[in-house]
């Protein structure tokens, strides 16, 4: 039932709509990690999905993914 309502919702909605809604969230991600001094973003395909890959200097992928928990960002 659930993944019915949910199809419906995703058709209602439309394919379109949501790809350019995911883009648009992705640039503004982008946009506001590009401004942080030693954050340096993986992957700049031109129709990559909106996921944002980085890395930061003098940090460790451990302590970048703790922080980010502790803020409730996945």
Not at 50 to 71: P, W
């Amino acid at each position: 039932v659930g993944l019915g309502a949910a199809l419906d919702y995703v058709q209602r909605l439309g394919l379109p709509n949501i790809a350019k809604y995911e883009h648009g969230l992705l640039e503004h991600a982008t946009e506001g990690l590009s401004r942080i001094p030693g954050l340096r973003i993986l992957g700049n395909a031109k129709d990559k999905v909106a996921l944002v890959s980085f890395v930061m200097k003098d940090r460790s992928t451990e302590e970048i993914g703790k922080l980010l928990d502790q803020e409730g960002i996945a």
